[in-house]
């Protein structure tokens, strides 16, 4: 991890991604973003489900107050919540709208019980020049510290 810059940019709606953003913070101490659609998700379950389906049916991209900006950086963490067995269609957005060629990203996703489903192979899709590590994926709000350290020592970052 010596000169390398981090970046750990992700989405959370419900609070699950969120925490396991910042336990990667704290052990590798890089910037943290936060990636925010413009239009918010409905805060009621069924509502949302509803909205993130059509999104994925359409391929809609939803706008973000910032699109954020990696080009400083040379390792990207991406964090998502599996949504319709794939990354929320924000994390869709903040893939198409920078530039990820020569980048190292370094995905997570939590779920609801489903897995990964296509997350990470979808990410590789929408970031063709980037090369993309093996995965942290976790159920709901169950990530573990010590798994999570486990996981970016065996990266050899
Ligand atoms: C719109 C929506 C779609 C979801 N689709 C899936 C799914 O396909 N598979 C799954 O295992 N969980 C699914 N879930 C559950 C979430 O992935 C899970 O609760 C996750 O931990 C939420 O992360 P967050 O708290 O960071 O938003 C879905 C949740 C929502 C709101």
Redesign the pocket.
């Known amino acids: 991890m010596n000169n390398k810059k981090i970046l750990i940019a992700y989405y959370?709606?419900?609070?699950?991604?969120?925490r396991v953003a910042a336990k990667i913070q704290n052990i590798t101490n890089g910037d943290i973003f936060e990636i925010i659609p413009k239009k918010e998700y409905p805060r009621n379950?069924n509502e949302?489900?509803n909205v993130?389906q059509e999104e994925k049916q359409k391929d809609i991209k939803p706008e973000l107050i910032d699109n954020g900006n990696i080009k400083d950086y040379d390792i990207i963490f991406i964090g998502t919540?599996?949504?319709?067995?794939t990354m929320a269609g924000p994390v869709k957005t903040f893939l198409s709208k920078n530039d990820f060629t020569g980048k190292t990203i370094i995905p997570f996703c939590?779920?609801?019980?489903?897995?990964a489903?296509s997350t990470y192979a979808d990410m590789q899709n929408l970031a063709k020049g980037a090369e993309i590590t093996e995965g942290y994926t976790s159920y709901?709000n169950s990530a573990k510290d010590t798994e999570i350290a486990d996981w970016i020592n065996k990266l050899k970052l």
């Open positions: 959370s709606y419900s609070g699950n991604t969120k379950y949302a489900v993130a919540p599996v949504w319709w067995y939590t779920h609801g019980g489903g897995g489903s709901e």
